[in-house]
């Protein structure tokens, strides 16, 4: 992590401290409210809970503090995605979208974007440069890519992008800030889905949108408040506490995903594994330059249906489940949620569980899969 990274996580849960009265909460209270007391002229207070809200503020305070740059939060990282798509494009846009992300992505962009005359193309996420991006008003890449974790360079697509004239959007949803900084690397906008790391407990959907661009920020914005596509305080609240111990938790998460991932490669049973973090992974040099850490995904294949199955479901230490980035490790097989892989393809995130135990847990269930 580099010296900036360290000191905004040092300073992370204490950006209240200057707010702070004596005798005030120091944990941010939780404001339910719809209407505030707006007597006369109330330009520049809270007014009405679909323009603003205490929490959302404070969350909002802290993923701008770590992305280095204004966000605007929602209730989930589709909903984020949305914004920025509706918020930004017109009839007779093109956008370019990695063929091998978050397939929601696609269909959100095939299916109604399409409906209002937008055209939408897609690319592999490891070939992403190819082809050049004259005429595209928005291109959007996941990296790594969800599942497969393939990596693009995105300060070479960031400018190729920008000298076609376009902007770029990137899906950080997979590493945090503390992960990989796409902003840093010229990037227009970063969406993310704080459902996973961030709130890091696997009870809440939130998301946000990122940018140093103050007119994107305000086109977002007023697509929020007109669109109504807005957080419940208690989402907010509950994301702002899980942000408090991010650090740490992508920290653990990560260590011990650098643990596992090798074990995993040489177990007979396995093949096809993807870590960026892997010497001898294809996206492992260019990993090692665009990412602070390597991440907490794994990605493998165990041969069929059956044994992906029997591998998940038999290791006492994981659980069957989509979503990832939570303290428990989970995994599944992606096939089922309608991504473009083989039967036996798992997905793992790997939670907070100490390294040895948990790797313990993982090889009693694949040793008894040879069996």
Same mark, same amino acid.
């Given at each position: 992590?580099?010296?900036?990274?360290?000191?905004?996580?040092?300073?992370?849960?204490?950006?209240?401290?200057?707010?702070?009265?004596?005798?005030?909460?120091?944990?941010?209270?939780?404001?339910?409210?719809?209407?505030?007391?707006?007597?006369?002229?109330?330009?520049?207070?809270?007014?009405?809970?679909?323009?603003?809200?205490?929490?959302?503020?404070?969350?909002?305070?802290?993923?701008?503090?770590?992305?280095?740059?204004?966000?605007?939060?929602?209730?989930?990282?589709?909903?984020?995605?949305?914004?920025?798509?509706?918020?930004?494009?017109?009839?007779?846009?093109?956008?370019?979208?990695?063929?091998?992300?978050?397939?929601?992505?696609?269909?959100?962009?095939?299916?109604?974007?399409?409906?209002?005359?937008?055209?939408?193309?897609?690319?592999?996420?490891?070939?992403?440069?190819?082809?050049?991006?004259?005429?595209?008003?928005?291109?959007?890449?996941?990296?790594?890519?969800?599942?497969?974790?393939?990596?693009?360079?995105?300060?070479?697509?960031?400018?190729?992008?920008?000298?076609?004239?376009?902007?770029?959007?990137?899906?950080?949803?997979?590493?945090?800030?503390?992960?990989?900084?796409?902003?840093?690397?010229?990037?227009?906008?970063?969406?993310?889905?704080?459902?996973?790391?961030?709130?890091?407990? !696997?009870?809440?959907?939130?998301?946000? %949108? &990122?940018? +140093?661009?103050?007119?994107?920020?305000? #086109? @977002? =914005?007023?697509?929020?408040?007109?669109?109504?596509?807005?957080?419940?305080?208690?989402?907010?609240?509950?994301?702002?506490?899980?942000?408090?111990?991010?650090?740490?938790?992508?920290?653990?998460?990560?260590?011990?995903?650098?643990?596992?991932?090798?074990?995993?490669?040489?177990?007979?049973?396995?093949?096809?594994?993807?870590?960026?973090?892997?010497?001898?992974?294809?996206?492992?040099?260019?990993?090692?330059?665009?990412?602070?850490?390597?991440?907490?995904?794994?990605?493998?294949?165990?041969?069929?249906?059956?044994?992906?199955?029997?591998?998940?479901?038999?290791?006492?230490?994981?659980?069957?489940?989509? !979503?990832?980035?939570?303290?428990?490790? %989970? &995994?599944? +097989?992606?096939?089922?949620?309608?991504? #473009? @892989? =083989?039967?036996?393809?798992?997905?793992?995130?790997?939670?907070?569980?100490?390294?040895?135990?948990?790797?313990?847990?993982?090889?009693?269930?694949?040793?008894?899969?040879?069996?």
């Amino acid at each position: 992590m580099s010296e900036t990274m360290k000191a905004r996580a040092a300073s992370l849960a204490h950006l209240r401290r200057s707010k702070l009265g004596v005798g005030d909460p120091i944990p941010v209270p939780l404001t339910m409210a719809s209407i505030y007391h707006a007597p006369g002229d109330a330009t520049g207070f809270n007014q009405y809970g679909r323009f603003s809200n205490a929490n959302w503020s404070a969350t909002e305070e802290m993923l701008g503090h770590l992305e280095g740059a204004p966000c605007v939060a929602f209730p989930s990282g589709m909903g984020a995605i949305s914004a920025a798509f509706f918020a930004l494009l017109k009839t007779g846009d093109r956008i370019l979208v990695a063929s091998d992300g978050y397939h929601t992505t696609r269909i959100l962009a095939d299916r109604f974007l399409g409906a209002f005359g937008v055209k939408t193309d897609v690319r592999p996420t490891a070939s992403f440069l190819d082809g050049g991006f004259q005429g595209y008003r928005l291109v959007f890449i996941e990296s790594p890519s969800n599942p497969t974790l393939d990596i693009c360079d995105i300060a070479a697509v960031a400018d190729a992008v920008h000298k076609a004239g376009g902007l770029l959007i990137v899906d950080n949803t997979t590493m945090t800030p503390f992960g990989q900084r796409p902003l840093d690397l010229d990037a227009d906008i970063v969406v993310a889905a704080d459902t996973k790391a961030p709130n890091g407990h !696997s009870d809440v959907l939130f998301g946000h %949108v &990122a940018s +140093r661009d103050p007119d994107i920020v305000a #086109a @977002v =914005t007023e697509w929020r408040q007109n669109a109504g596509g807005i957080p419940g305080p208690f989402e907010a609240w509950l994301v702002h506490r899980g942000l408090e111990t991010l650090e740490l938790r992508f920290d653990r998460m990560c260590s011990t995903a650098e643990i596992i991932a090798p074990r995993l490669n040489a177990h007979p049973a396995v093949s096809g594994l993807r870590f960026p973090g892997l010497e001898g992974d294809p996206s492992h040099n260019l990993a090692r330059v665009q990412m602070d850490r390597f991440g907490f995904l794994i990605s493998f294949d165990l041969g069929s249906e059956e044994l992906a199955e029997a591998f998940i479901n038999g290791c006492e230490l994981m659980h069957a489940a989509t !979503s990832f980035g939570g303290v428990h490790t %989970v &995994a599944e +097989r992606r096939l089922r949620r309608g991504d #473009a @892989v =083989t039967p036996g393809f798992v997905r793992l995130s790997v939670g907070c569980e100490p390294a040895e135990e948990l790797w313990t847990a993982m090889k009693a269930s694949l040793d008894r899969l040879d069996g």
